[in-house]
């Protein structure tokens, strides 16, 4: 199967009434761990790449190890997606790399730090809606903005301080004509979002209810939403790690979510964090060991457990077979 248009996706997950993780990847393991996890449950995948991942990786290994997996993977329908795209250049970039999906995040500046205005987030968003509708290609932007900092990318400021304002999403999504939409609820990037389970009172999921009753037809997306479960966290400092007690998004808000709109759900933190503790087991059971395929296999296979729960507990389990990709030619014709 080709890759497919996140719009497509998202279209039936909604139609479905389900959510599709967006998993962040980096190297050949983790493509392979998700491929594997979605060929296993059955399930249509958003693979996406972060700028960070695009330097890290050179992009053009990592745009034909993604090549290798549709290949591979024919009965899988997989998004590659550019996850915050920072400038109208970057989401050009990936658009002409073959990705078919870019997010462009408006909400900061191009350095991926400073909040911007909401009149400069329209102009960049519409800016590539404009361009990558032309070509079929889906657009996510992001109205508020997420808190933290993690990897050079985020406001570094409090979760709470910069809350999607319902009424400004239903502005933005009309000036704009995105395809999804990223909200902040007060989560952030990494490990560390809350210091206690999270509430009402730091986890705003009834910004995501009101939302989506002011935006029914609009897929909408959660940033940060690595549920950062205590057994990973166990592992890593069962053999020597030091992560400090911390609390990530609960799966059941996530499904809240889901039943309110949420149809893309953002996942990064939770697969490195079971990579970490299967390596660190391996480097601390096994210290006479130095072949690199002993600790990246359990690694790989730490990951894939991970996502395949996810896959389940967002519903897109089962979903792979519902479709056939629609070209991006075609989908262009739709916009
Ligand atoms: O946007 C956040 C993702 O977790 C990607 O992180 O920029 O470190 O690759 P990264
Ligand atoms: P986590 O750090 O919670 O996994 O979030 C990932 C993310 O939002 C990528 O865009
Ligand atoms: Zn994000």
């Keep these: 199967m080709a890759f497919v248009s996140m719009r497509q996706v998202l279209d039936e997950a909604a139609q479905g009434g389900y959510g599709v993780g967006a998993f962040n990847v980096n190297n050949m393991e983790q493509i392979q761990a998700i491929m594997e996890a979605a060929r296993e449950t059955k399930s249509p995948v958003i693979i996406q790449a972060s700028r960070g991942a695009r330097k890290y990786s050179n992009d053009r290994f990592l745009y034909h190890l993604m090549l290798a997996a549709s290949e591979l993977y024919p009965e899988i329908p ?10 109208v250049a970057t989401c050009k970039s990936a658009i002409e ?13 191009e350095d991926g730090k400073t909040p ?11 800016e590539v809606v404009e361009m990558a509708h032309a070509k079929g290609i889906t657009v996510e932007g992001e109205i508020g903005t997420l808190g933290g900092i993690e990897d050079g990318h985020g406001a570094g400021v409090d979760s709470l301080a910069h809350v999607t304002d319902p009424a400004q999403a239903e502005e933005f999504v009309k000036l704009t004509g995105l395809d999804a939409l990223a909200v902040a609820i007060g ?10 389970k999270p509430t009402g009172a730091t986890l705003k999921m009834d910004r995501v209810i009101e939302i989506h009753k002011r935006l029914p037809n609009v897929h909408l997306v959660m940033h940060g939403s690595s549920s950062v479960p205590k057994e990973l966290q166990d592992v890593i400092n069962a053999y020597g790690g030091k992560l400090k007690p911390t609390w990530g998004v609960p799966v059941e808000e996530i499904q809240l979510g889901i039943k309110n709109g ?3 759900v953002n996942v ?7 990579i970490t503790g299967a390596i660190r087991r391996v480097f601390w059971e096994k210290p006479e060991e130095f072949d690199p395929r002993s600790y990246l296999s359990p690694a790989r296979d730490a990951m894939k457990q991970v996502i395949i729960q996810r ?25």
Excluded at 268 to 274: F, I, K, Q, V, Y
Excluded at 320 to 327: E, G, L, R, S, V
């Design 187 to 196: 989560t952030s990037h990494g490990a560390y979002k809350f210091s206690t």
């Design 268 to 274: 990064d933190t939770d697969s490195r964090l079971a």
């Design 97 to 109: 790399m073959g990705f078919t999906s870019v997010m462009m995040d408006g909400s900061l500046m």
């Design 116 to 126: 911007s205005t909401f009149e400069y987030n329209v102009k960049v968003t519409r």
């Design 262 to 264: 949420v149809r893309k």
């Design 311 to 335: 896959m389940t507990q967002f519903g897109q389990a089962g979903h792979a077979a519902d479709y056939q990709p629609i070209p991006p030619s075609e989908m262009a014709k739709r916009y």
């Design 78 to 87: 997989t998004v590659m997606h550019l996850d915050h795209g920072n400038s």
